[in-house]
């Protein structure tokens, strides 16, 4: 296949601002990128945002099939004027954020997931594939750095939040490898990075209820300069029911005075447990 640059040029493609599109245009990086996600000839593959194809090429020599999901037209005429002959190629013009990652094999077992996620969805992406967790086996996706610094950051510093609690509850998360901002066209204003996610089989803390655990942890920073025990009067679940947060809090060991970003995934989990066997009951 051509490379990103010649395709870009063959077709007049300009980036769609409004999509967050900056294509990478450094195949080695591709490369690197695609030998992270560990795929192989026996693996279903749904590629996020397959854009100029380079990427889904290189996947497709590897494994059973990839699925290409992509959201701009103008691209999927791209991808099945490239590669559309490729038998183990299947092109979706799509939202990824509507994608049933359950239905490529119907139940029979796990997808991989690779992509190069806008900027601008990240987070609804992330979520998109917890949701499906169940479905998927991994996920290698580039991110922004910022995003990746948040998902990777331990208790008490500044970056830590929603997603540094809820992403690893439900997988391991590793850093493959900062992409700098020069590989892409066109040029953003930050630089990127590689993640990979491996989805856990079960939570690595024990959770009767996954909807509290994230209920909980999304009160605990809705506002970040707030005490644990003031930001969980908001919560939905509490609020109204005459549940005092101070005795959860004090039940579960945690003092009420401290803020999210200093509470562990374990106090979290911890947390969450004592509140929906809380409301539960209330």
Known sequence: MESPRKILNKYRIRPVKNLG?????????????VEA????????????GAGLGAMTAMIAARVKQVIAVEIDPK??????????????????????LRYDFSSPLAGSGKVQVVGNIPYNVSSQIIFRLLEFRNHISSATLMLQREVAERITAPPGTKAYGILSVIL????????????????FYPVPKVDSSVLRLEMREKPCYPLENDDVFVETVKAAFAMRRKTLANNLKGMPRLYG????PLSLLR?????????????SVEEFATLSEIISRATESS
């Open 251 to 263: 039940e579960a060991g945690i003092d009420g005075g401290r803020r999210g970003e200093t509470l």
């Open 37 to 48: 996600s560990k795929v192989g000839e026996a693996d279903t593959v749904v590629e996020i």
């Open 21 to 33: 599109q900056s294509f990478l245009v450094d195949n080695n990086i591709t490369s690197r990128i």
């Open 168 to 183: 690893p509850m439900y997988a391991k998360v590793r850093h493959v490898m900062t992409v700098p901002a020069t590989c």
């Open 75 to 96: 691209l999927v005429k791209v991808l099945e004027s490239e590669l559309g002959g490729t038998r183990t190629i299947e092109i979706i013009e799509g939202d990824v």
């Open 241 to 244: 029911k005459g549940v005092a």
